[in-house]
């Protein structure tokens, strides 16, 4: 049997660097590559060449992770605390508890569903909206949809603000809670069919944009969305003068972002956990955002 060199995986990691892939995904493509060039049939994962390659990877890079890492980390916030949420890669039928993706401890946890349980609620579908949101965006873009562009942005922004609410200088998450809204609308207009010049023209307006994605695409949460939609402050003005929010306020417009942003996303996908969890008999409706 051919045994993989230390050489051979230095040649195709170095190509593969080059080629912008990621640590965690090298190995596979080294494994490939080996089993072409030697005409080597069977499972990628057959520990005769699967654990040669990870010993040699785990002498050049002694401190590299190597696991698979989620589809997305987004946040949800809980009174004035941000918590990331973890999106993680998952294949066939599977159940998902989304109080456990939220990272935070069991007696946080119990605290805030016994003193303030609509904000543990507000959470649990903010959960929801994450994993509809970073799942419909990744089968979108997959299937080729026109507005990838957009989603790749509307994604960044929902990354970025929970990063920016977790940090002692919260107030840059105004921008990045307005675009995350506003990409994510704009992304939904286009894969029905809408140009940039259509969208140009109702630039910024959230209400307005709302309304025509509801007119094009209707679903029961139509009044909900509008009237998130309309409780946005003034993307441009923020841009230069002070917004004046609390950190309460800023969490509460996080939430807000996220759930128009998933609204938006499910419009065009597949994906609408959020919907099936608010119809199961032990689920209280979401809280009001």
């Not at 005769?48 to 785990?58: A, F, L, Q, S, T």
């Not at 286009?190 to 307005?208: A, V």
């Amino acid at each position: 049997m051919h045994i993989i060199t230390k050489d051979f995986v230095h040649r195709i990691d170095d190509k593969l660097i080059a080629a912008d892939v990621a640590l965690h995904a090298r190995q596979f493509c080294v494994v490939i590559e080996w089993m072409k060039e030697k005409n080597i049939t069977g499972d990628i994962l057959d520990k005769g060449i699967w654990e040669p390659v990870m010993r040699i990877y785990k002498s050049l890079y002694p401190k590299g992770n190597f696991s698979i890492p989620s589809l997305m980390v987004g946040g949800v916030a809980l009174r004035d605390v941000m918590y990331p949420v973890h999106i993680n890669v998952a294949y066939g039928s599977f159940s998902i508890e989304p109080l456990k993706c939220i990272d935070i401890s069991q007696s946080e946890l119990e605290f805030i569903f016994q003193h303030y349980p609509e904000q543990g609620w507000r959470a649990f579908y903010g959960v929801c909206d994450l994993w509809d949101f970073g799942y419909g965006i990744d089968d979108l873009i997959n299937m080729g949809s026109p507005a990838k562009e957009l989603l790749c942005n509307a994604r960044s922004s929902a990354v970025a603000t929970p990063r920016i609410l977790s940090g002692t200088d919260p107030d840059a998450a105004v921008q990045t809670a307005c675009l995350m809204a506003e990409l994510s609308i704009k992304a939904s207009l286009t894969h029905l069919g809408w140009t940039g010049d259509q969208l140009k023209k109702l630039s910024h307006h959230l209400p307005k944009l709302a309304a025509e994605l509801i007119k094009i695409r209707p679903a029961r949460n139509d009044e909900r969305l509008f009237h998130a939609c309309s409780n946005f402050p003034n993307y441009v003005e923020s841009r230069y003068a002070s917004h004046g929010m609390t950190r309460l306020e800023l969490m509460a417009l996080s939430m807000r972002a996220l759930f128009v942003a998933s609204e938006a996303i499910r419009r065009i996908s597949q994906r609408n956990m959020a919907n099936e969890m608010e119809d199961r008999s032990d689920c209280p409706s979401r809280p009001v955002l």
